[in-house]
């Protein structure tokens, strides 16, 4: 069975990069045919799917996301890693990362168990 844990720096200053990585256990991010998403979680509001990478490497963004959300994996690790450039307060949320069959939130079947990260100066 699939693990996914997310590992990463609980607090970001405002104008930084978010750096979040992945780590998966029980599967190979290049097994055909999944695809590995990050998705957020602000308090008190929805899920927001901001983008994923498939199994081949090629990436995928929420339009909304897309000008600072960079994502880039490591096989020899079986690591994928989140940046978002530019942070605000309005990006302080939880973080999870998940394995889907299909690039988009509907398709996510596996998920790791979120870190929180704050935007604060």
């Known amino acids: 069975q699939v693990q996914l844990q997310e590992s990463g720096p609980g607090l970001v200053k405002p104008s930084q990069t978010l750096s979040l990585t992945c780590t998966v256990s029980g599967g190979s991010i290049t097994t055909n045919y999944y695809y590995w998403s990050w998705i957020r979680q602000p308090p008190g509001k929805g899920r927001e799917w901001m983008g994923a990478?498939?199994?081949?490497?090629?990436?995928y963004s929420s339009p909304s996301l897309k000008m600072r959300t960079s994502i880039s994996r490591d096989t020899a690790q079986n690591q994928f890693t989140l940046q978002l450039s530019s942070v605000t307060p309005d990006d302080t949320a939880m973080y999870y990362c998940?394995?889907?069959?299909?690039?988009?939130?509907?398709?996510?079947?596996?998920w790791g168990t979120g870190t929180l990260v704050t935007v604060s100066s």
């Open positions: 990478m498939s199994y081949s490497g090629t990436t």
């Open positions: 998940a394995r889907g069959d299909s690039s988009g939130y509907s398709g996510i079947t596996s």
